[in-house]
């Protein structure tokens, strides 16, 4: 077996729980997905996403998307593009 080491880390509760849920539907242990991201940034040299703080239009925008505000709804592409006009 190989060697292991282990990693500590706190987190709210309700962010870890957010978390497991999303894991879980993607068949992935809280485990693996840190093994996960590990390997990437050991791959990479660098993190492997893009982060960016929104600015304050984009971050309502969010909340209230969040919230089920202001969502439009479409059954195909052809009704999206529809909206736009």
Do not use: C
């Amino acid at each position: 077996m190989a060697q292991t080491t282990v990693i500590h880390a706190r987190i709210d509760p309700e962010t870890k729980a957010a978390t497991e849920r999303v894991l879980g539907a993607l068949g992935l242990t809280p485990t693996e997905a840190i093994r996960l991201l590990y390997k990437q940034i050991a791959l990479r040299g660098e993190f492997p996403l893009e982060l960016k703080v929104p600015n304050e239009l984009t971050a309502e925008t969010l909340r209230q998307a969040d919230r089920g505000e202001n969502v439009e709804s479409v059954a195909s592409v052809d009704e999206l593009r529809a909206s736009w006009k």
